[in-house]
């Protein structure tokens, strides 16, 4: 369906993204978020403005922030009468927040609007033993002190532990990384396929910093001022160096062909298009349309290939062939998963009895993937990895031209996977 | 703040300092803001002048008390400033008149009063010359007789000058914007196209673009900018992003994150602007700010250390600039103003500083050519040359070192990023077009450099 008003990317801005613990170990995902959408601001001169809304959200979320996206805004350069929502899809959650603002543009709803994403295993909620939690709500129920002191005498020792977060699925007690491992071998994914996936990741990513790609981007943040996970120097050797740690002692998935758990937050500021002319902003690229999908991994379903299920959806509906696009962008949750999906795409019996297509989706120029490195060498701060992507992706492809298309592929925890057609204005 | 300085600029620090013989520094009187006293005239050869000048600004005026008497005369109550019009004077017994109104304004003068004096740009003959820069003399003289943060200065006016033309300088030299301005002298023309009004807020919807703004003296450009109207455009290295951002949303302006040595730094400028502000939208105000020092005796100097001084200080704006003028969208307008930053350490050479001297005295060198390249797009180039300035960059210099830098000027004190800035301010005024080609030292009278 052609709306017709078209939502359209004006530009981003993310902060550097970097490993867990490290240099933002004491930043909340609200100073993350609040500084994301501050950068945001400055480039566009949007102090003081009000937006028709601010969607934001975060995987790893404290229940105190409930109406984190709202708080940011608060906190933030923009007009306090700015609205905001929080939206969660695991790691679909920055496209989605981009798409929801997107959506509500076409729709007139929205003039403007702001999609981002943040995330800090730094600070990840720790959540208390059931046994604790139990015998606080009885103590916080009781009416008197016997009847507390009662309660709270039930707490032993081993109730005392923390729980951190796990990146590990609900229903299968696998975490993503074995889900992956699996997924790679039943695919025939090789270690030196990945390996070099994840080298080209960080030389892609390396020269994009160096050309001043991202000088537009990002906004320096608590002194970092580069991707902190970025290894500029790494080699073949190095990577094949790495010890497996998914898939047992044969696994082909180590440390480097794998993502780490890192923080960061991104935001990309969307508008409709004749409002952003009017306004003075630019319009790099119009969001085209979007499919969101979901596979039964509990029943053997590859967990991250839901991604390929939507993007068969996504072309049919458009009626365009995958190799109709100027670049693609596929999230590198693992190297394997971007190689496991290349291979779906091209494989004729997936396409035949999973999508269900009389032949296969076929495949893409290794050239025109991930062109300024994903998430392998920048980071993968959950929440944020959409904004970082659908921001790159549309300044690449207003470079290369009006016209010109890019395919984002997002997978996500829960067999859920998020995809999109960009196309440069 | 060191230890040392902690202790001087504590309560008993200052009974230490007045035992030294270091006086309190005055707290000088800053912004749009006239004198408190009455503003007293004085035309010594029929000028008219300075009272067209005044008049336009709304000052009401009063005579100058004359010692031609016996007894010196002295002002019931304290003056505010003294404005001599010392057009026409050609003979050297003329010059008695300035002492004759100065007598009781130096001790009638308000604290942070001002003296302003008007003078002929161009002179013929050898007696009308000496006189010209005899008056010069006498105005850096009364500059480091003043106490109490009053300065005096010196203006050079071209002979068809109207009043219109001088406001924006008499203004600026009346109020607190010029509070760091003391014992200068600079020409003020008659421009080929008319001056703008004057007015509170002269930049109102101008863009003025600023280069390394996210700290320093460069944030206060902008402020200074902003608050007199203009959408600024905060220009710093990616790597300064964060305080950048910060500057740029505090004064509802936009951040460009742009290393100014990169190739297609004027490109990205124009491109940014015309992307933000529209492809009508030209630049009025461009300020080479950023800088950077790289200090090192000359037998310990590298090529790099060289290099990079007088890359990012001078080359980059001798690159930027013609990108600007060339009628691209997002550009430089007519009537734009561009403004340089030089230094007392370029104008006088300074141990430790061959490279940073080379690019700052280049700045002054690049500003007088330049201006006379585009005067006739009513284009107006000029610079400030700071003395001590109190910023991060002058915080880095030892205490003992940065006491002394402070004290060896007619004020007794670092200037404030506000004054180099307010300066910049008045060159970047539509008011201002008269005012090309002129370097003003924003430094107290700082020995160094004069
Ligand atoms: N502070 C003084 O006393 C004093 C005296 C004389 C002259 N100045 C001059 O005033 C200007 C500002 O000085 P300050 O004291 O505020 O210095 P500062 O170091 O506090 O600020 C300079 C700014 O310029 C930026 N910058 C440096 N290189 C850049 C580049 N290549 N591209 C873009 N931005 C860049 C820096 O990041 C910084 O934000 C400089 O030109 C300096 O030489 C200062």
């Given at each position: 369906m ?15 993204f970097?490993?867990?613990g490290?240099a933002y170990?004491?930043?909340s995902?609200l ?12 480039r ?7 937006l ?14 409930f ?8 906190g933030?350069?923009?007009?306090p009468?700015?609205p ?7 790691c679909?959650t ?6 929801y603002?997107?959506?509500k543009?076409?729709?007139g709803?929205a003039?403007?609007?702001i999609?981002?994403?943040?995330d800090?295993?730094s600070?990840?909620p ?5 046994g ?10 009781a ?12 707490i032993?020792p081993h ?5 951190a977060?796990q990146?590990v699925?609900?229903r299968?007690?696998l ?9 790679t071998?039943?695919w025939?994914?090789t270690r030196?396929a ?14 994009a910093?160096?050309?001043g790609f ?5 906004t320096?943040?608590h002194g970092v001022?580069r ?19 998914f898939?047992?002692?044969e696994?082909?998935?180590?440390a ?5 758990l890192t923080?960061g937050?991104?935001?990309v ?9 009017a306004?003075?902003l ?18 053997g379903?590859?967990l991250?290939?839901?991604p ?24 590198e949750a693992?190297?394997g998963?971007?190689?496991?999906t ?8 997936f396409?035949?009895d999973r ?5 296969p ?5 290794r ?11 920048a980071?993968?701060?959950?929440a944020a990895?959409?904004?970082?992507i ?5 300044k ?30 | 703040m060191?230890?040392l300085?902690?202790l001087?600029y ?9 035992k030294?013989g270091?006086?309190?520094p ?8 006239l ?6 005239t ?23 008390l ?5 007894e010196p005369p002295?002002?019931?109550e304290r003056i505010?400033?003294l404005?001599?019009?010392?057009r026409?004077?050609r003979q050297l ?7 004759a ?14 003296v302003v004096v008007?003078?002929?740009a ?9 006189v ?5 003399g006498?105005n850096r003289t ?6 109490h ?5 010196l203006?050079?006016?071209?002979p ?9 300088t ?9 509070a ?8 003020v023309?008659s ?18 673009v600023?280069?390394g703004s996210?700290?320093g ?11 007199d109207g203009a ?10 992003g964060?305080?950048?951002?910060a500057?740029a949303?505090?004064l509802g302006?936009?951040?460009?994150q742009?290393d100014i040595?990169?190739?297609?730094a004027?490109?990205r ?9 529209g ?8 300020v080479?700010?950023?800088g950077?020092t ?13 290099g ?6 001078l080359?980059?704006?001798l690159?930027?600039n013609p990108?600007?003028?060339?009628g ?16 007392t350490?370029?104008?006088a050479?300074?141990r430790?500083?061959a ?18 390249e585009?005067?006739?797009?009513g ?6 040359a700071?003395?001590?300035i109190e910023t ?7 205490f003992?070192?940065r006491?002394?830098?402070?004290r060896?000027n007619?004020?007794g004190?670092?200037?404030d990023?506000?004054?180099?800035a307010?300066?910049?301010g ?5 008011a ?9 030292r924003?430094?107290?009278q700082n020995?160094?450099g004069a």
């Open positions: 052609k709306l017709p008003r078209s939502a359209v990317i004006v530009g981003g801005n993310r902060t550097p970097v490993k867990a490290g170990a004491q930043a995902n100073d993350l978020l609040t500084a994301a959408l501050d950068g945001l601001a400055a566009f001169g949007l102090a003081g403005r009000r028709d809304e601010v969607a934001g959200g975060a995987v790893l979320k404290h229940s105190a922030d109406n984190l996206t709202r708080e940011a805004v608060l933030s350069a923009l007009d009468t700015t905001a929502v929080d939206l969660q899809q695991a679909g920055g496209l989605e927040t981009v798409l603002v997107a959506n543009i076409a729709l709803q003039d403007s609007g999609g981002a994403g943040v800090s295993a600070d990840a720790i959540t208390v033993t059931d604790l939690r139990r015998a606080l709500l009885a103590a916080n129920r009416k008197t002190l016997p009847q507390r002191l009662e309660a709270l005498a039930r032993r109730h005392l532990l923390p729980i977060p990146v699925e609900p299968t007690g975490s993503m990384g074995e889900h992956q491992a699996a997924t071998a039943s025939g994914i030196a990945q390996d070099e996936l994840a080298l080209t990741s960080h030389q892609n990513l390396a020269a910093w160096d050309a991202f000088d537009d981007l990002v320096a943040y001022t991707d902190g996970l970025l290894r500029a120097d790494t080699s073949a050797e190095k990577l094949a160096a790495l010890k497996p740690v898939g047992g002692a696994g082909t998935m180590t480097g062909n794998s993502t780490a923080d937050a991104a935001a500021l969307l508008a409709e298009q004749s409002w952003a002319k306004n003075g630019p319009a790099l690229a119009r969001i085209v349309d979007a499919q969101v999908a979901a596979i039964d991994h509990t029943s379903d590859d991250l290939l839901a390929a299920h939507a993007v068969a959806r996504l072309l049919e509906r458009q009626g365009m062939q995958l190799g109709d696009f100027a670049f693609y962008e596929i999230h693992f190297a998963t971007v190689l496991a290349l291979a779906a795409w091209e494989s004729a019996q396409c035949s999508l269900g297509l009389a032949k989706l076929g495949s893409i120029e050239a025109k993937l991930n062109v300024h490195g994903s998430s392998l060498a980071g993968h701060p959950f990895t959409g904004g970082r659908v921001a790159s992706l549309a690449t492809l207003h470079t290369e031209g009006s016209g010109a298309r890019g395919l984002v592929s997002i997978c996500a925890a829960g067999g859920q996977g998020v995809v999109a057609i960009l196309e440069a204005v | 060191s230890v300085e902690q001087l504590s309560a008993p620090g200052q009974l230490v300092a007045e030294l270091l006086p309190e005055e707290v000088l009187r800053r912004g749009r803001k004198p408190a006293g009455a503003v007293v004085a035309a010594l050869a029929g000028s008219t002048l300075a009272t067209d000048t005044l008049a336009l600004l709304g000052v009401p005026i009063d005579s100058a004359r010692d031609d008497g016996a002295a002002y019931p505010g400033a404005v001599i019009d010392a026409g004077l017994v003329e010059l008695e008149g300035l002492r109104v100065l007598r009781p304004a130096m001790k009638g003068l308000e604290a942070s009063g001002r008007l003078a002929d161009e002179v013929e003959g050898l007696e009308a010359n000496a010209r820069q005899g008056l010069d006498i009364v500059g480091k007789e003043l106490r943060g009053a300065t005096s200065n203006i050079y006016c071209s068809s000058i109207t009043g219109a033309e001088l406001a924006s008499m203004s600026f030299l009346l109020e607190g914007r010029s760091f301005v003391d014992g200068q002298s600079w020409t023309g421009p080929l196209t008319p001056p703008g009004e004057l007015a509170t807020r002269p930049l109102l919807d101008r863009i003025v600023v280069t996210a700290r003296i460069g944030a206060r450009i902008a402020g200074v900018a902003a608050r959408k600024v455009v905060c220009v710093d290295v990616p790597a300064a964060e305080a950048l951002a500057v949303n505090r302006g936009t951040a460009l742009l040595t990169a190739a297609e004027g490109e400028i124009a491109a940014h602007v015309a992307s933000r502000y492809e009508q939208a030209r630049i009025h105000g461009l080479h700010n950023a950077i790289r200090d090192k005796l000359l037998a310990n100097t590298d090529a790099a250390r060289w990079q001084v007088i890359e990012v200080n080359a980059a704006q690159r930027i990108v600007l003028l060339d691209r969208p997002g550009g430089l307008g007519d009537d734009a103003r561009i403004v340089s930053i030089a230094s350490s370029g104008i050479g300074n430790g500083q490279n940073y001297a080379a690019s700052k005295a280049g700045v002054v060198g690049l500003v007088r050519a330049f201006a006379a585009v005067a006739e797009r284009i107006t180039v000029n610079a400030v700071p003395g001590f991060d960059m002058t915080a880095k210099i030892p003992v070192q006491e002394v830098f402070r060896t007619s004020l004190q670092g200037g990023p506000i004054d180099v307010e300066t910049i008045y060159f970047l005024d539509p201002s077009a008269g005012v090309s080609g002129q370097v003003i924003v430094c107290g020995l160094v």
